[in-house]
């Protein structure tokens, strides 16, 4: 049996580091350990792994932003696809989470960040996806909050489902998205004032609608975990509490309650 070269590890990884700086950097170090043969040399041989590897990001990236590319089109979505894998090369071990930065990336980098929708786009997209891959759990339901002793309610504090995804807009996005989802002409891009958006998940669907911004603030502090007695008090209107709570409940935002102990005598 032959025996181990004792320097067959540290040999190994550093073939490993200089094989991954060809593939994310082009570094031509690994070239020499390369074998050399006919008909593609070591630079044609390794242009294929290189090509592959980014090739294979841009389609976990397609597979996550179809409206992106609906708006950006084929030729713009590759190049942006592609100077973000430049940007930030692959450190996840599964790919669903490799495009958590594009949002970002498209509002700082230009071209892309000369067209908001594109950043608003892959922000909207990127809330979709984690309203739908978050944790199961129940929805709150109405029939639950009716067997609370009435005495108990100012201490009553919310839960919201972890499906719960609160965004701001700026664009259009949405009706863009909904569009492209259809197979529909893609309406052109329109900007106005920042928009508060609900999505939320029912029967392993995401649903998304406005807020207008009164509702927005009083969602967010019931959010936050505020206590019915104190939202009330600041939202004046025990009619418009009761709308809200029952609008939200039908949305399923909420997963449960929890009860603030009593105060002392």
């Given at each position: 049996m032959a025996r181990r070269s004792p320097h067959a590890g540290p040999d190994l990884a550093r073939l490993q580091r200089e094989f991954q700086d060809y593939v994310l950097q082009r570094d031509p170090a690994v070239l020499q350990r390369v074998r050399q043969t006919a008909p593609a040399d070591s630079a044609a041989r390794m242009q294929i792994y290189a090509e592959g590897y980014e090739l294979r990001l841009l389609e976990a990236l397609?597979?996550?932003?179809?409206?992106?590319?609906?708006?950006?089109?084929?030729?713009?979505?590759?190049?942006?696809?592609?100077?973000?894998?430049?940007?930030?090369?692959?450190?996840?071990?599964?790919?669903?989470?490799?495009?958590?930065?594009?949002?970002?990336?498209?509002?700082?980098?230009?071209?892309?960040?000369?067209?908001?929708?594109?950043?608003?786009?892959?922000?909207?997209?990127?809330?979709?996806?984690?309203?739908?891959?978050?944790?199961?759990?129940?929805?709150?339901?109405?029939?639950?909050?009716?067997?609370?002793?009435?005495?108990?309610?100012?201490?009553?504090?919310?839960?919201?489902?972890?499906?719960?995804?609160?965004?701001?807009?700026?664009?259009?996005?949405?009706?863009?998205?909904?569009?492209?989802?259809?197979?529909?002409?893609?309406?052109?891009?329109?900007?106005?004032?920042?928009?508060?958006w609900l999505l939320t998940r029912r029967d392993f669907q995401v649903r998304f609608r406005s807020m207008a911004p009164e509702e927005a603030t009083a969602f967010d502090r019931l959010a936050g975990r505020m206590d019915f007695a104190q939202w009330c008090s600041e939202l004046g209107a025990a009619e418009r509490a009761v709308e809200l709570l029952n609008q939200w409940l039908a949305d399923g935002a909420f997963a449960g309650y929890a009860l603030e102990p009593p105060s002392p005598p």
């Open positions: 397609q597979t996550d932003y179809p409206g992106l590319s609906a708006i950006a089109g084929p030729e713009q979505f590759d190049a942006l696809g592609r100077a973000y894998i430049a940007a930030h090369p692959s450190s996840f071990r599964n790919l669903r989470w490799y495009g958590e930065r594009l949002s970002q990336f498209l509002e700082s980098a230009p071209p892309w960040s000369d067209r908001p929708e594109l950043a608003e786009m892959a922000r909207f997209e990127w809330a979709m996806a984690s309203s739908f891959d978050a944790l199961d759990a129940a929805c709150l339901s109405r029939d639950a909050l009716v067997r609370i002793a009435p005495d108990s309610w100012p201490r009553l504090s919310f839960i919201v489902h972890p499906a719960v995804q609160r965004i701001e807009l700026t664009t259009n996005v949405p009706a863009m998205w909904a569009a492209q989802s259809r197979g529909e002409a893609v309406p052109a891009s329109d900007r106005g004032a920042a928009t508060a």
